[in-house]
């Protein structure tokens, strides 16, 4: 397909699983996002990478979120024992080179802590 | 700090224009628009930059006053798919691609 997508489309965890959050880009962007909404919220950026570069990862909520992208292509958000403060839809977006461009945004990964 | 945005709720009919308002308390170097449907994806609208240019969809047009720290998004005619949350996102530089995403507007449109 020529859009972003992500995997899960939908997780259920138990208060202190970890889990795994998988966003496959555009082929070819250079830029990737990760992003937590709320219900009802907008999203709130948590990370970006520029290929494999983590080139700000001011917005991770606490040392349990964890996110890489090793080759510059697909990025993996990582949740460390879970909590129920963890239940968002976990967006991703990718971006085409490095001037203005828009970011092009995944389904989301709905995540629910029980 | 995240951007506000005004009015938080829109209902129109068809054919109705509305004006979305978009207001930071720091510098901007550019303004995103996005609109997302319930259980969507955001879809991207525009992008406005500091200096005037701007890229987007025909139909859509926006402003961006830079000393104001402030954007507005006009929509015209509206159509019944004009219908979500409209969210305005903001860069503080041009050397960071890190959006802030606004408090959000729903938009309903009506028959």
């Known amino acids: 397909g020529a859009g972003v997508s992500q995997s899960p489309r939908y997780k259920v965890a138990k208060r202190g699983q970890d889990v795994a959050l998988r966003c496959d880009p555009i082929s070819g962007h250079v830029s990737l996002f990760w992003y937590q909404q709320a219900l009802g919220q907008g999203p709130e950026f948590l990370t970006y990478f520029q290929n494999e570069a983590q080139l700000d990862k001011s917005g991770l909520p606490s040392d349990r979120f964890f996110a890489e992208r090793p080759e510059g292509s697909v990025s993996t958000l990582k949740i460390q024992r879970t909590q129920q403060e963890d239940s968002a839809v976990y967006l991703c977006a990718s971006k085409a080179g490095t001037d203005y461009n828009e970011q092009f945004f995944g389904p989301g990964t709905r995540l629910t802590v029980l | 700090q995240q951007p506000v945005q005004s009015p938080q709720a829109v209902i129109l009919r068809e054919g109705e224009d509305a004006v979305i308002n978009c207001s930071s308390s720091?510098?901007?170097?550019?303004v995103h628009w996005y609109r997302q449907k319930h259980g969507e994806a955001p879809v991207f609208l525009m992008i406005l930059l500091k200096g005037g240019e701007q890229k987007g969809h025909e139909k859509i047009s926006a402003s961006f006053n830079e000393k104001k720290q402030q954007s507005s998004l006009y929509l015209t005619a509206s159509q019944l798919s004009y219908s979500g949350t409209y969210f305005c996102g903001t860069l503080g530089s041009y050397n960071t691609d890190k959006l802030i995403f606004g408090t959000g507007t729903r938009l309903q449109v009506f028959p």
């Open positions: 720091k510098a901007l170097y550019s």
